[in-house]
């Protein structure tokens, strides 16, 4: 099995920054995308910005203020988030979408979410 551990979540000022982590740890055999997500209160899950191998994408949203990044030989995902704006307060989720030994195909992941409180 697979863990995502999150952290970095917190509450910041409107403008401040703040850098989330996930590490995965477990057997894992390949790994295709990793990717946050995030869920704000009264609305549904979105994408924040994957990245699969040297290509990122990000959400229209969060261009130019975020920048996810991962260290591979960690197996660990980043997201450095700039320019905080109240809006962006959400629960963060790393999401990961692997094939693990003995699966026959990629899954997706995901961790337990961090909070990101930015006050106005």
């Known amino acids: 099995q697979v863990q995502l551990v999150e952290s970095g979540g917190g509450l910041v000022q409107t403008g401040g920054s703040l850098r989330l982590s996930c590490a995965a740890s477990?057997?894992?055999?390949?790994?295709?995308?990793m990717g946050w997500y995030r869920r704000a209160p009264g609305k549904e899950r979105e994408l924040v910005a994957t990245i699969r191998g040297p290509t990122t994408n990000y959400s229209d949203s969060v261009k130019g203020r975020f920048t996810i990044s991962r260290d591979n030989d960690k197996n660990t995902l980043y997201l450095q988030m700039n320019s905080l704006k109240p809006e962006d307060t959400a629960v963060y989720y790393c999401n990961l979408n692997a094939l693990l030994p003995g699966m026959g195909k990629f899954n997706d992941y995901w961790g337990q979410g961090t909070q990101v409180t930015v006050s106005s």
């Open positions: 477990g057997s894992i055999f390949s790994i295709s995308r």
